[in-house]
């Protein structure tokens, strides 16, 4: 857990994310002097094709078929370090458009909570296959009611034995079930894609206000994803573009002016070290939030921080948590440091980084940049937690949507399967 400043950083003339920057800064030099400065930076990036933003490492863009197993999806995911992916349909026709080529996109946090979900007892209100429930707990061993949705509290830790996730692993449900049956499940995630022409600021807004942690661009012609941008992406442009003016008037600015952080005091979503870990996976899901900090039991300091990154680790490295009679949050932290420094591996992901309300937006963009992190919680001088900011903020501080902007754009854009739940 640590504090950090990351140090001045000025553009590298064979940064592509540099070069776009250098686009960004004509464009500001053509606005109407009038104009608010995110105003003249709306305008600027819509003006920008997001075709311009530079091709993520080819490692990233992949694709799931949609008779892949679970067990193959999660391996998938894991060797690629990534947390979703779009899943292509099978059966699709050759030469189909993008709309029936992708089906939506399977999520690392999707599955896990998916799976625990079929363990549960059927509920008297809705009809329920024997196939779903009966077939994991058989497989499981016998393990039933792993946790039931909204209940999941320090008495329940138990439940979930440290042994649980081998056996899960380990059984034919994990490994028959494919990414199509759990397709329109309550978590399932659509699939939404830009095309080419389609401009920064449109990518901008859906990044931010409208939650999207990853947008596909597409090629119309062939139907098939050409660029994936990330928030981390943009964060990473961002901080190339350092030292240019358009960037310099709007980074140097304070947290506090404009607006961040967001979410603060008892709107902060955490959990406390004692309460089942699936609780924190749970909260994140519900949320739509990439993680929370950990918290001392009686306290308002946190321990760690875990991310939805860190899901894998319940189905890549089940036997970690063998010895454990629980896996609480604790537990959980402590077992992935202990897997990782065994390893030599880093998880950037799960590090505790720290900021002061006074420190800058461009300070906090080279520092997320810097970690490869998502969030930075914001804490006073005796280190209690008082808020977070995500990648997300900072986008959302970029620009604003004006009135009226998508229109009917979503109509036909999020295709979700005849029986989606979603």
């Excluded at 078929?65 to 026709?93: C, F, M, R």
């Excluded at 029936?100 to 209100?125: C, K, M, N, T």
């Excluded at 499981?140 to 439940?159: M, R, Y």
């Excluded at 009686?298 to 321990?303: E, L, M, R």
Aim: include cysteine; glycine fraction near 6%.
């Amino acid at each position: 857990m640590g504090e950090a400043v990351v140090g001045e950083q000025s553009p590298s003339p064979r940064s592509p994310e540099a070069k776009l920057g250098m686009q960004v800064e004509d464009l500001w030099d053509t606005q109407e002097p009038q104009l608010s400065p995110t105003d003249k930076l709306n305008a600027c990036f819509e003006s920008i094709p997001v075709s311009a933003f530079p091709p993520a490492p080819s490692d990233q863009v992949i694709e799931i078929k949609s008779d892949t197993s679970l067990a193959e999806a999660v391996q998938i995911l894991s060797e690629h370090k990534i947390l979703s992916a779009p899943v292509v349909d099978v059966d699709a026709p050759e030469g189909a458009s993008w709309i029936d080529r992708y089906i939506g996109v399977v999520e690392f946090a999707g599955i896990v909570v998916w799976i625990l979900h079929q363990s549960e007892p059927p509920s008297p209100r809705s009809p329920h296959s024997p196939n779903t429930g009966s077939a994991l707990a058989a497989a499981a061993n016998g393990i039933t009611s792993l946790f039931e949705l909204g209940v999941l509290g320090p008495d329940s830790a138990a439940t979930t034995s440290g042994n649980f996730f081998e056996h899960l692993t380990a059984s034919e449900f994990y490994k028959n079930t494919t990414v199509r049956d759990i397709s329109g499940s309550f978590r399932w995630a659509p699939f939404l894609a830009l095309q080419t022409s389609n401009s920064f600021l449109t990518m901008l807004l859906l990044l931010s206000k409208y939650k999207m942690k990853s947008i596909f661009v597409v090629d119309l012609g062939e139907g098939k994803i050409e660029n994936v941008i990330t928030q981390s992406s943009v964060i990473h442009m961002l901080a190339e573009c350092a030292g240019l003016h358009w960037f310099e008037s709007w980074g140097t600015k304070k947290l506090s002016e404009v607006g961040l952080p967001m979410v603060t005091g008892d709107r902060l979503i955490k959990v406390y070290e004692d309460e089942p870990v699936l609780q924190a996976f749970k909260l994140m899901r519900k949320k739509r939030i990439g993680g929370v900090p950990v918290i001392e039991n009686g306290g308002s300091k946190a321990v760690g921080n875990i991310s939805l990154r860190d899901i894998q680790f319940l189905l890549t490295a089940p036997e970690i948590y063998h010895d454990y009679r629980s896996i609480t949050a604790k537990n959980f932290l402590t077992a992935v440091r202990s897997h990782l420094e065994k390893h030599e591996e880093a998880s950037p992901a799960s590090e505790m980084v720290t900021c002061k309300r006074d420190q800058t937006i461009k300070e906090l963009i080279l520092l997320l940049d810097a970690k490869k992190i998502h969030r930075v919680y914001v804490v006073d001088d005796d280190g209690n937690i008082g808020g977070v900011i995500t990648l997300r903020d900072i986008i959302s501080r970029l620009v604003h949507e004006p009135r009226g902007y998508f229109g009917d754009f979503f109509d036909g854009v999020l295709p979700l399967p005849q029986n989606s739940r979603v």
